[in-house]
C-alpha cells in the first residue's frame, strides 16, 4: 500500500485519498502506475502545475450519463470540474471555492480537437480585483445546476452554505415581493410542526437566488414577561447587511402573517437595543410603536426598547 495515496473503486467512482502533501509530479507518477491512463489524464487537468504542492485531501472521479465529474477538496478548498459530452465537443463548468478567499465559477466549450472556446469567469476569489465577464445570476446558476447532478453521489451540502444558497429541494416559497422571497427554512433551520405558531423563514434573493438571511416568529412565547425577548426577530449575512433586505422581510413577514389562519394575537413584539438604531429604523418603517423601556441606567446591549407592530 502506497504512503501517499489510497485507491477505493466503488459503483463507479473511484476516490483518491491522498494522505499528505506533496508535489503534483509526484503523485502523477505514483498514479500512473495504478491507474488508466484516461481518469489520470482528467486528474492531470485539474493541477497543470508539475511543481504545484497537492494538499492532503481526496479526488473523485465518476461519471453520470453523459457527464463526467472530477472533484479535489482538501480543508482549504473545493474545486468540482463537470464536463457535458456533446457531439461537437466538451462543455466544462468549472467551480473553485477557496474556504478563505473566495470562489471562481468558469464555463468553457472544447471543441474535438481539444481547442477551448467560450470562456466565461466568475471570479471573487482576489477581493481587490473581482473578475465578471460572466454575470453572477447565470454564474450561480451554474453552480446549482453542477451540485445538483452531483448531489445523489457526492454530499457537498457546506458548499451551498459557503455560497449562501439553498439545495432546489428545500426551497419551499410562501410569500414574495420584487427583490426578496420568504421561503421555509431548510433541513437545519427551524421547521415547526405547527407552522401557524412559530417558523423559522429563509430570506431568498429572487434574482441569484442567494440567502441572504432569515426571519422566525413565535407566538408561543409570553410577551407580557418583563424579560421576554419578543416574538419575532431577524438575522442578515454580512455581506448583504445594509441593503434594506431586513425592511423588506418584516414587510413581507407583516403580509404573510395577516393571512395566516391563527387564532391568537397576531401582532409582533420587537425586542431591541438601546445602541441598535439600525434594527430600530428598520422595526419602525413597518410601523413598530414603543410599548416598553427597560431601565437606562443598565447596560445598553442588554437592555432596550419592546416595539409592537400590529398585525
Not at 20 to 40: A, I, R, S
Not at 77 to 94: A, V
Not at 279 to 286: A, C, E, I
Request: proline content about 3%.
Amino acid at each position: 500500500m502506497s504512503k501517499l495515496f489510497e485507491i477505493d473503486q466503488e459503483c463507479g467512482t473511484t476516490e483518491i485519498i491522498i494522505k499528505k502533501d506533496c508535489k503534483f509530479k509526484k503523485l502523477n507518477d505514483k498514479l500512473l502506475e495504478v491507474m488508466g491512463e484516461q481518469n489520470l489524464n482528467e486528474i492531470s487537468m485539474l493541477f497543470v502545475e508539475p511543481d504545484l504542492t497537492i494538499k492532503k485531501g481526496y479526488i473523485d472521479i465518476f461519471k453520470n450519463n453523459n457527464l463526467s465529474f472530477t472533484i479535489y477538496k482538501n480543508e482549504e478548498r473545493i474545486y468540482i470540474s463537470q464536463k457535458k459530452h456533446l457531439e461537437t465537443g466538451i462543455h466544462e463548468s468549472i467551480i473553485d471555492l477557496d474556504y478563505n478567499q473566495g470562489y471562481a465559477i468558469t464555463s468553457m466549450n472544447h471543441d474535438l480537437t481539444g481547442s477551448t472556446t467560450d470562456i466565461k469567469t466568475y471570479k471573487t476569489v482576489d477581493n481587490s480585483n473581482p473578475y465578471f465577464d460572466f454575470n453572477k445570476k447565470d454564474a450561480l446558476t451554474l453552480v446549482r445546476d453542477v451540485l445538483k447532478n452531483i448531489s445523489e453521489i457526492v454530499f457537498l451540502g457546506d458548499m451551498y452554505e459557503m455560497l449562501n444558497l439553498i439545495p432546489e429541494e428545500e426551497y419551499e416559497p410562501l410569500i414574495s415581493d420584487e427583490t426578496i422571497t420568504l421561503s421555509l427554512a431548510g433541513e437545519f433551520g427551524d421547521k415547526h410542526p405547527n407552522k401557524t405558531v412559530s417558523q423559522t423563514l429563509d430570506i431568498i434573493l429572487n434574482e441569484t437566488f442567494e440567502k441572504v438571511g432569515m426571519i422566525h416568529f413565535d407566538y408561543s412565547i409570553d410577551v407580557s414577561s418583563d424579560h421576554s425577548p419578543g416574538n419575532v426577530c431577524y438575522k442578515i449575512g454580512e455581506s448583504f447587511q445594509n441593503k434594506g433586505y431586513a425592511t423588506k422581510a418584516l414587510k413581507l413577514l407583516k403580509e404573510y402573517l395577516g393571512n395566516l389562519k391563527y387564532k391568537g394575537n397576531k401582532d409582533l413584539y420587537f425586542w431591541v437595543s438601546y445602541d441598535n438604531i439600525l434594527s430600530q429604523k428598520v422595526v419602525l418603517s413597518n410601523g413598530g410603536e414603543v410599548v416598553k423601556e427597560d431601565p437606562k441606567d443598565n447596560d445598553p446591549l442588554d437592555n432596550g426598547y419592546t416595539y409592537r407592530i400590529k398585525i
